[in-house]
């Protein structure tokens, strides 16, 4: 199977063949998938060098002009380090566009903390009107991709990671979806961490939500869940920084009592390199650990 980030090079090099509005603005990252799409429409393709700030203001730019800009790097890089450009070149000029991540919070150890951005969602919450996906799969990132693109004006971010839940899920409305039904309480696993999710939880009388989009948050489809077993208590699985969707969690159930648990990558710094795996069970995002952070805190009966 094929990573988010190659298929986001394929299908964005196949849609740069059909829609003459779209362009790609990259700061070397992923530049050698792109060298086709490059020979095939070089004034489209545009390659602005290590050069953060100058790839999200090049995109901001080329919206103005009325281009479908597509700016992409690594989380870091393409968030947290030009996020005064984000700021201005595309939320104060009102101007849209797609910004597409790659390495996720820690998906690349070896980079080390420079390449970790476990706070972007958080950061982006700070400005208004972005849309943001996370992808599970490929095929979710496929999907989502060609829906941002085809977005209108608006401003998307989309997140892809180098984990992937096994199987995909239709992502056709951007709603949370329902993955199980139970009474003793609600898990919102979002993007790749709905595989350990769904281990972790195996047996358990609980609900199960699947978030491959995560703003807007969708209100309707957790006071949903929470209603239907009169238990309002919330767990939020998320694989950036913990806690980034609790306030929105408990702004929609704020006409009901009700607890939540935001669960995620935690602040410390791992400054050991590590594998992708080991990142991901020292930050307790793994099954077992799920499963004992979980229960300890809804403590559902079995079934």
Same mark, same amino acid.
């Given at each position: 199977?094929?990573?988010?980030?190659?298929?986001?090079?394929?299908?964005?090099?196949?849609?740069?063949?059909?829609?003459?509005?779209?362009?790609?603005?990259?700061?070397?990252?992923?530049?050698?998938?792109?060298?086709?799409?490059?020979?095939?429409?070089?004034?489209?393709?545009?390659?602005?060098?290590?050069?953060?700030?100058?790839?999200?203001?090049?995109?901001?730019?080329?919206?103005?002009?009325?281009?479908?800009?597509?700016?992409?790097?690594?989380?870091?890089?393409?968030?947290?380090?030009?996020?005064?450009?984000?700021?201005?070149?595309?939320?104060?000029?009102?101007?849209?566009?797609?910004?597409?991540?790659?390495?996720?919070?820690?998906?690349?150890?070896?980079?080390?903390?420079?390449?970790?951005?476990?706070?972007?969602?958080?950061?982006?919450?700070?400005?208004?009107?972005?849309?943001?996906?996370?992808?599970?799969?490929?095929?979710?990132?496929?999907?989502?991709?060609?829906?941002?693109?085809?977005?209108?004006?608006?401003?998307?971010?989309?997140?892809?990671?180098?984990?992937?839940?096994?199987? $995909?899920?239709?992502?056709?409305? %951007? +709603?949370?979806?329902?993955? *199980?039904? #139970?009474? &003793?309480? !609600? =898990? @919102?696993?979002?993007?790749?961490?709905?595989?350990?999710?769904?281990?972790?939880?195996?047996?358990?009388?609980?609900?199960?939500?699947?978030?491959?989009?995560?703003? $807007?948050?969708?209100?309707?489809? %957790? +006071?949903?869940?929470?209603? *239907?077993? #009169?238990? &309002?208590? !919330? =767990? @939020?699985?998320?694989?950036?920084?913990?806690?980034?969707?609790?306030?929105?969690?408990?702004?929609?159930?704020?006409?009901?009592?009700?607890?939540?648990?935001?669960?995620?990558?935690?602040?410390?710094? %791992? +400054?050991?390199?590590?594998?992708?795996?080991?990142?991901?069970?020292?930050?307790?995002?793994?099954?077992?650990?799920?499963?004992?952070?979980?229960?300890?805190?809804?403590?559902?009966?079995?079934?």
């Amino acid at each position: 199977m094929d990573t988010m980030r190659e298929r986001f090079i394929s299908v964005t090099s196949r849609l740069l063949d059909e829609d003459p509005r779209l362009a790609v603005v990259l700061a070397e990252i992923s530049m050698d998938g792109f060298l086709p799409a490059r020979q095939r429409h070089p004034d489209r393709v545009i390659n602005v060098g290590i050069r953060e700030q100058l790839l999200v203001g090049v995109g901001g730019g080329l919206a103005l002009t009325g281009m479908r800009p597509v700016v992409h790097t690594f989380a870091s890089f393409l968030v947290e380090r030009p996020f005064e450009q984000v700021k201005l070149d595309f939320g104060h000029q009102g101007a849209g566009g797609v910004l597409v991540s790659a390495s996720a919070s820690y998906d690349w150890p070896a980079g080390g903390f420079t390449h970790m951005a476990p706070g972007d969602v958080a950061l982006l919450d700070t400005l208004d009107g972005w849309t943001v996906h996370v992808p599970g799969h490929p095929d979710e990132a496929e999907a989502l991709l060609r829906h941002a693109y085809a977005a209108g004006d608006d401003k998307v971010y989309v997140r892809l990671s180098q984990q992937s839940n096994t199987a $995909p899920r239709p992502v056709r409305d %951007l +709603r949370f979806q329902t993955v *199980r039904e #139970g009474r &003793a309480g !609600v =898990v @919102l696993a979002v993007g790749p961490l709905l595989d350990n999710v769904l281990a972790a939880t195996e047996g358990l009388d609980l609900t199960v939500l699947y978030a491959p989009t995560v703003r $807007p948050f969708d209100d309707a489809a %957790l +006071r949903e869940a929470a209603g *239907r077993g #009169g238990n &309002a208590d !919330v =767990v @939020l699985v998320e694989p950036y920084l913990a806690g980034t969707s609790t306030t929105a969690a408990n702004d929609a159930l704020a006409q009901v009592p009700h607890r939540v648990l935001g669960l995620g990558v935690g602040r410390a710094e %791992l +400054r050991r390199y590590g594998t992708l795996d080991e990142h991901t069970a020292a930050h307790g995002l793994d099954p077992h650990s799920l499963r004992e952070r979980i229960t300890g805190f809804l403590r559902p009966p079995a079934r």
